[in-house]
């Protein structure tokens, strides 16, 4: 009697690459440290992020205080373990509303012909300012708030969406299983869901991650030049901020938010490259 293997699944073989991709494992793995860190912030952190000890004031990194205190006493790992909580907070919302925006106008602008001169010339007005000044201006209007922060960080981030999602939607729309199901009287809804956007997602897929990691940066320097959350609400750009004035005399202030800054916008764009690896069929060797 012969035993016939079955052929894995579709998501089983997407998922054994992914693993295999090292950028992806690894970005996976510094990502993963993260937000562990935000999760369990109440748990493992030693003193109460908010709370100063004027007796304390700039310790060094030692036993009592790993990575040091800063000017009010306040310690310095308690304050990036509930700052990283803040942060990828901002850039979580700031990625999920720049894919649902971009999608939506990157959709109809790609799809409906009339609609993409209109509708890219506003996106074009937007993107003709740097995004991190487009945020500065508005959130500056706005005022300074996490609410305030995501809402102006997601504006200055979805043109550049809107444009991925519509130039993947361009190419969609002229397959033939497109024009097949156009043929069989399906409507433009049902055409766009189920057979335009579902085939044009993986580069705004992409896309999400590098703009989840743009956030986090953007969002400390919204915060260093105060127009982010107020204090003392801890961010990573918030803890760089305090330190700012005494970076000669305590530089430990400064560096670790700064370090942290880097392994979360590091493990996020090697996320996005692994994910681009495996999604793009011209880039889809697997990486072993």
Do not use: C, Q
Not at 176 to 199: Q, S, T
């Amino acid at each position: 009697m012969s035993a016939t293997t079955p052929a894995p699944s579709r998501r089983a073989a997407f998922i054994r690459r992914l693993m295999d991709n090292r950028s992806f494992t690894i970005g996976l793995a510094l990502v993963g440290v993260v937000v562990l860190m935000a999760l369990l912030a109440d748990v493992i952190a030693p003193f109460d992020p908010l709370k100063g000890n004027f007796k304390a004031r700039m310790v060094p990194p030692g036993a009592a205080h790993w990575l040091g205190t800063d000017h009010f006493g306040r310690d310095i790992l308690s304050r990036i373990l509930h700052g990283a909580r803040v942060s990828l907070h901002i850039g979580f919302l700031v990625a999920l509303f720049t894919a649902v925006a971009g999608a939506v106008i990157g959709a109809a602008a790609g799809y409906f012909r009339y609609a993409d001169g209109p509708v890219m010339r506003l996106m074009d007005a937007f993107m003709a300012f740097p995004p991190i000044i487009l945020a500065i201006a508005i959130s500056s209007v706005l005022g300074a708030s996490v609410t305030n922060v995501v809402i102006a960080l997601a504006i200055a981030a979805t043109p550049h969406t809107a444009r991925v999602v519509r130039a993947s939607v361009m190419v969609v729309r002229e397959m033939e299983y497109v024009e097949a199901a156009r043929a069989l009287g399906a409507g433009h809804v049902r055409i766009l869901l189920r057979h335009v956007l579902a085939n044009a997602m993986a580069p705004l897929v992409v896309r999400v991650t590098y703009v989840f990691a743009i956030a986090i940066l953007n969002e400390a320097v919204l915060s260093f030049i105060g127009v982010g959350p107020p204090p003392p609400t801890p961010t990573f750009g918030a803890i760089i901020a305090n330190g700012r004035d005494f970076i000669v005399a305590a530089p430990w202030i400064t560096v670790a938010p700064g370090m942290a800054i880097l392994l979360s916008v590091l493990g996020l764009n090697m996320l996005g490259d692994g994910l681009r690896d495996v999604l793009d069929p011209r880039m889809a060797v697997t990486t072993r």
